[in-house]
């Protein structure tokens, strides 16, 4: 496990340095079978990791958001919208209105209750559509959604892809081991002081879904999955 410290600039760089070294020591052999997978929540220096895998020197193919490094397959930068949508669309489900999913994923557009301008800054379309696809298919039906969300990252653990960063999968650890072999998972751990990480968050990601009860041992933030299961099995009022 590698944990990287993030508050300030001097920080970043010093856990770049950090992960320059682990990468750089790990043999070819090693990095080609390892998945390193970001425990961190975002906006705790996640973009560091990302960058450094998809430097040609290090060459690990890696997704971050909507975004995968030069190299990678088309079909994996795919998979990777589909994550990504299915996170999106558990938030809006929970959210917003079921009726407006279609006109919401269709066109992509942000959140309403955002302001304009945040999103001016942001690049919030998707390369490949995958959202239009996803909401037709699951809705906000669980069932659905939760085989849609196992079945999409079976796919990605499959496809190749060695570096998995950022949001949602902090909250898809436990469903990752379970279909990955554990030996070969690298967690890499980015953190940062409580308030200044509440603070950013709440400027910049201010809906995130949580679960109504923890799932386990890994409370309500650990297991989207978990907590649409936990959501499927209650008995309808």
């Known amino acids: 496990e590698l944990t990287m410290h993030s508050s300030a600039p001097v920080h970043r760089i010093a856990a770049l340095a ?21 425990a961190g929540q975002g906006t705790s220096a996640t973009h560091a990791p990302f960058d450094r895998m998809c430097k040609e020197d290090v060459g690990i193919a890696a997704c971050h958001w909507l975004k995968c490094c030069d190299f990678v397959p088309e079909h994996v930068e795919v ?13 809006l489900c929970i959210s917003v209105e079921p009726k407006k999913l279609s006109i ?10 955002r302001r304009l301008d945040w999103y001016k800054r942001r690049d919030w379309r998707s390369k490949h559509d995958e959202t239009a696809s996803i909401a037709a298919v699951t809705g906000c039906d669980g069932e ?12 990605i653990l499959n496809s190749g892809v060695r570096g998995l960063v950022d949001s949602p999968y902090p909250y898809l650890l436990d469903d990752i081991f379970e279909m990955h072999p554990h030996e070969r998972i690298k967690l890499i751990m980015t953190d940062r002081d409580p308030l200044t990480w509440a603070e950013r968050r709440r400027e910049g990601h201010p809906v995130v879904p949580l679960c109504r009860e923890p799932v386990g041992e ?18 309808s009022v």
Do not use: Y
């Open 18 to 38: 950090l992960l320059c070294l682990h990468f750089e020591s790990a043999s070819a052999q090693e990095a080609a079978e390892s998945l390193f997978v970001s």
């Open 79 to 91: 998979l990777q919208e589909r994550v990504v949508s299915l996170w999106k669309l558990a938030a």
């Open 104 to 113: 919401f994923f269709a066109k992509d557009l942000p959140d309403p209750h």
């Open 144 to 155: 659905k959604w939760i085989a849609s969300m196992k079945t999409t990252l079976q796919e």
């Open 218 to 235: 890994v409370g309500r933030l650990g297991s989207i999955l978990g907590c649409v299961q936990n959501a499927v099995r209650e008995p």
